[in-house]
């Protein structure tokens, strides 16, 4: 499995971005797909989660801003981020979680999202 992150850059306060994570394999339908992010000095922490049968989870700082999605046919997993603030500034990461017990989890290469004016 190969993850492909893209869709960051520079984006003013208060405005949007779509994160899209490309991944090769055929485990993609089965497994659970996240977004996660790191902050310059921080640990990398979970931003939303989309469960195989499509239950999302999101971080407290950003409900009702970022909105996961994801297209099986096109083995994607999307990020949808509106109302950007500089806190938001990190690197995003794209992650598979396969649906077998143990299994490692697999990650994208990161793609930098800059809030600024």
């Known amino acids: 499995v190969q993850l492909q992150a893209s869709g960051g850059g520079l984006v003013q306060p208060g405005g949007s971005l779509r994160l899209s994570c490309a991944a090769s394999?055929?485990?993609?339908?089965?497994?659970?797909l996240g977004w996660y992010r790191q902050a310059p000095g921080n640990e990398r922490a979970l931003v939303a989660v989309?469960?195989?049968?499509?239950?999302?989870t999101y971080a407290d700082s950003v409900k009702g801003r970022f909105t996961i999605s994801r297209d099986n046919a096109k083995k994607t997993v999307y990020l949808q981020m509106n109302s950007l603030n500089p806190e938001d500034t990190a690197v995003y990461y794209c992650?598979?979680?396969?649906?077998?017990?143990?299994?490692?989890?697999?990650w994208g290469q990161g793609t930098l999202v800059t809030v600024s004016s």
């Open positions: 989309i469960s195989s049968g499509g239950r999302t």
């Open positions: 992650n598979l979680r396969p649906p077998i017990t143990g299994a490692k989890d697999y």
């Open positions: 394999g055929n485990i993609f339908s089965f497994s659970a």
